[in-house]
């Protein structure tokens, strides 16, 4: 299974940029792959949140160049998960099988085939039990970009044995949505895993779990000041804002809660 030579990598984790952290995964792949360009997606995924590294991860790497995509959020780090690579028709996945990973491949096309990282030639010399970004997934992910084949990292497994996280909640009916919060970003929007189209059904005057008042609209400004708006974000996703506030307050909501849409 010979692969191309990839341009870019990216690198997606949740180290936080205050440690050195990042910068020793960039030095990893510069020393072994000087001319390939590397993309931080973020390193603000909140610590050991899986599903929001892999949310990001999803509606980030479709919009790139065709990458070794390199995603770190790793509670298991040392344990007896495995590391793994994922193939897909629009680049490489290289990351801990924890779930994370998934989302992004099937959003680039769906999973073609998994490798198992057994191949230790490929990894820095002393393995950190704790810091497998940097010793482990930044060299293997350097060499994939160069061009390796991928066979060569590992033995390949059975793409049904790879960790799924569990599908977000969403359920519609006549007038109404319900839907699992999926992220909230830095200004306090809260996305929902119910793609936009379902809004069309619903009229302009919303009730958000029962009781907090919003409207449908397309942009921010589709709401008057300190008042709720129901949109299709950048995504594809239902989301909803505060013009001039943050929703996540208002609703008072984390991801995994379940908020209901409803006419009113």
Not at 92 to 116: C, K, M, Q, R, Y
């Amino acid at each position: 299974m010979a692969m191309g030579s990839f341009g870019w990598i990216s690198l997606t984790t949740d180290y936080g940029t205050f440690d050195g952290f990042v910068a020793a995964c960039h030095g990893v792949i510069a020393r072994q792959a000087p001319d390939v360009r590397v993309i931080d997606v973020t390193h603000h995924v909140p610590p050991a949140d899986v599903a929001r590294g892999a949310a990001v991860l999803a509606q980030t790497a479709p919009h790139l160049p065709p990458s070794v995509h390199v995603a770190v959020v790793d509670p298991g780090v040392g344990t007896e998960r495995r590391g793994i690579v994922i193939e897909t028709p629009n680049g490489l996945l290289v990351g801990p099988d924890n779930g994370l990973l998934v989302w992004a491949a099937e959003a680039l096309g769906g999973i073609e085939s998994v490798v198992e990282l057994t191949n230790e030639d490929w990894f820095l010399g002393d393995i950190s039990r704790t810091f497998h970004g940097r010793d482990i997934f930044s060299p293997v992910a350097a060499r994939l970009a160069l061009g390796a084949p991928l066979t060569d990292a590992g033995r390949t497994v059975d793409p049904q044995s790879v960790v799924r996280l569990p599908d977000p909640v969403v359920a519609i009916g006549d007038g109404w949505i319900e839907a699992e919060v999926v992220t909230v970003d830095r200004f306090g929007n809260v996305q929902l895993a119910a793609s936009g189209a379902m809004l069309r059904g619903l009229g302009p005057e919303l009730l958000l779990s029962g009781s907090v008042k919003a409207r449908r609209g397309q942009t921010f400004g589709d709401a008057g000041p300190g008042e709720l708006i129901v949109f299709e974000d950048s995504a594809g996703r239902v989301a909803i804002a505060v013009n001039g506030g943050r929703a996540v307050v208002v609703l008072s909501v984390t991801p995994g809660d379940v908020v209901r849409i409803a006419e009113r």
